[in-house]
């Protein structure tokens, strides 16, 4: 009697195994179905549901179909028509190509296939439950393929308990349906649960139409599209502001030659574009697709096929960085006031509609509490002007216009804004102006700050930092390390414009900041520089060194809240945030600079509409 302890396992046993990595719920079910119909050539397909699919997947295409030889191969493990060699995976084109998917799921549930090629008179039929194959009969269907997997994991209850309730692998499912309608255009999906339609999208439909009907118009009308190429590279699609930001990343959607991926490059890509529009700690909203020669991406990393790796990573970055930035700042980044006016309705409890509703005479804000003005609070505050007695007053007056326009310059595009002012200073911190459909308020310190910001990037891409020399060098007590640390960086500094030396032990002397800086304080500029370099490991010439350097100082040199500023100041400020486009909506850590208010926001603030 042998004592060998190794035996080969039994193929039920392998593929069970391999049913744990690759169908893991039925939303991966769904998955390697649909991504098998595509490859099959369908040009429409339908997911039917039942229990969130526990109970039933299946899944209808018109592609083209089986013979009996491949049906009879469909449930072999790593039986496969889109390889024949391993040069094959240095290329591949298909969605699929393992060949684990459909023998892992007839491992673990009750699965038939039902085909019939475009040319053939019949169809064929071939069962398999829980690894037990039946044989291959002649039935009635329509052309293409449907794939019916019964029961998940029926004999692997272990592996059952561990599904979630009906809605929420419901909702896992769609979103695969979602994601496979968005990257495969030219395609018509149906989704079912229960007998009841819960998505659907046409054939003819393009990529925004898409999204319109998976996400809703507010989202889509908001969208900024995307197109660049480098090479045989190319990337297009729809990016969204930064408004629209999430906590997570389900609206984050790349495809990768049709492929729905979350590649780490990709998802970093992203993040790099919104940059400084973004606030730390939210997600922004894209939909992209990047088509590229399959020979420059291998895509054979992981089971789930989720992850890819690239050739040349680098060039991949800086290109996509570059086109997905463009196309972010194209995007209305500035806060619109119905958003506002909705959350104070959600305050008191009530939808803008429940307002429209009620009484008209009878205002339903609780004392200017819908607005969030305290029931106490002192009146408006307008602009002081330096030399002047303050404006307010609480006594009923009649208010001038803010800008004196014409009788049809209400209708006038926003291109003929020619910032006339005059202009309200509200608080010293807040700039009031009339538009030509509605207003707007501007924080002057977030708006002073994105420009003094962009100007001293651009002086640094462009190589010509302008340096303040201080006519008497300011010293700032730092500890040890510190010191060392900045000294260690010193050529690099200079670079930014920054100059300084030792002066003693324990004492940095700086000699020059850059001159854009409105009031330079060296201390706190030094003081950064040091807990970035601690904090990071990494030098000051360093991409997000850099960027993290020029925010903080570009925020302690602009004006501040509390600033009183004189009209041809704020019209200043104004014209210089014009010349930045869309870059001025938001300050460079991502907070707004303006919140603009239509017409039609006020017209639902008095219920007038």
């Not at 194959?133 to 029961?151: F, H, I, K, Q, Y």
């Not at 009530?350 to 819908?370: E, I, K, M, N, T």
């Not at 104004?574 to 208010?597: I, K, M, N, S, Y």
Request: proline share 5%; hydrophobic share 40%.
């Amino acid at each position: 009697m042998s004592d060998a302890v190794i035996h080969r396992l039994p193929e039920l046993v392998i593929n069970q195994i391999a049913a744990g990595e690759v169908i893991e719920r039925p939303a991966s079910v769904v998955k390697e179905l649909v991504e098998n119909a595509l490859d099959a050539g369908a040009g429409h397909v339908q997911v039917d549901l039942e229990e969130g699919g526990a109970k039933l997947v299946r899944v209808s295409d018109d592609g083209v179909g089986m013979v009996a030889d491949d049906l009879a191969l469909a449930f072999e493990p790593h039986a496969t028509s889109k390889l024949r060699d391993a040069s094959d995976l240095d290329h591949i084109a298909s969605l699929g190509f393992r060949g684990e998917a459909l023998a892992s799921m007839g491992s673990v549930a009750r699965c038939a296939i039902t085909t019939r090629r475009r040319d053939a008179q019949g169809a064929l039929r071939l069962a398999n439950e829980g690894g037990r194959r039946g044989d291959v009969e002649e039935v009635g269907a329509p052309r293409g393929t449907t794939v019916e997997v019964r029961d998940l994991f029926y004999n692997t209850p272990a592996r059952r308990r561990f599904l979630k309730r009906p809605s929420t692998e419901l909702s896992r499912c769609l979103d695969v349906v979602q994601r496979a309608a968005l990257g495969q255009l030219g395609v018509g999906f149906v989704a079912t649960h229960d007998s009841r339609r819960v998505f659907d999208v046409e054939a003819g439909m393009d990529l925004l139409a898409r999204i319109r009907r998976t996400f809703g118009a507010e989202l889509a009308e908001a969208l900024v599209p995307v197109e660049a190429e480098d090479g045989s590279t190319r990337v297009f699609g729809f990016v969204a502001p930064p408004r629209f930001s999430r906590r997570d990343t389900a609206r984050q959607m790349w495809f990768l030659n049709g492929r729905s991926v979350k590649d780490r490059v990709l998802l970093r890509c992203l993040k790099e574009a919104y940059r400084g529009f973004l606030v730390e700690g939210r997600q922004p909203v894209a939909f992209l697709h990047l088509a590229m020669d399959p020979a420059l991406v291998d895509v054979n990393v992981h089971p789930a096929k989720a992850e890819v790796r690239f050739r040349d990573d680098r060039r991949l970055f800086g290109f996509l960085v570059n086109a997905l930035r463009a196309g972010v700042s194209r995007t209305d980044m500035a806060t619109p006031g119905e958003a506002l006016l909705q959350r104070a309705a959600a305050r008191d409890g009530l939808s803008l509609r429940d307002r429209r509703a009620s009484h008209p005479g009878q205002s339903s804000f609780r004392d200017g509490g819908g607005l969030g003005v305290p029931r106490d609070s002192e009146p408006f505050v307008v602009r002081e002007v330096p030399g002047e007695a303050p404006r307010a007053s609480a006594a009923p007056r009649a208010v001038p216009p803010l800008v004196d326009l014409p009788d049809d310059a209400m209708h006038a595009p926003a291109a003929e804004d020619r910032l006339r002012g005059p202009f309200l200073q509200v608080a010293r911190t807040y700039l009031v102006r009339a538009l030509p459909d509605g207003f707007e308020v501007v924080d002057q310190h977030a708006l002073h700050e994105r420009i003094t910001y962009e100007g001293l990037l651009r002086d640094l891409r462009e190589g010509r930092v302008e340096v303040q020399r201080l006519l008497v060098p300011e010293v700032v007590e730092v500890s040890r390390s510190e010191l060392e640390l900045l000294l260690e960086h010193r050529d690099a500094l200079a670079r930014i414009g920054i100059e300084l030396d030792a002066f003693g032990e324990t004492d940095v002397a700086v000699h020059g900041l850059p001159a854009r800086l409105r009031h330079p304080d060296a201390a706190g500029v030094v003081r950064d520089l040091a807990d970035l370099l601690a904090r990071t490991g990494k030098a000051p010439d360093a991409a997000d060194v850099i960027e993290e350097v020029l925010h903080r100082a570009s925020c302690r040199s602009s004006c501040m809240a509390g600033d009183a500023l004189s009209e041809d100041e704020i019209r200043a400020l104004l014209e210089r945030g014009r010349e930045l486009g869309a870059a001025d909506q938001t300050c460079p850590h991502a907070r707004p600079t303006r919140v603009r208010f239509t017409l039609d926001d006020l017209e639902r603030a008095f219920h007038r509409k």
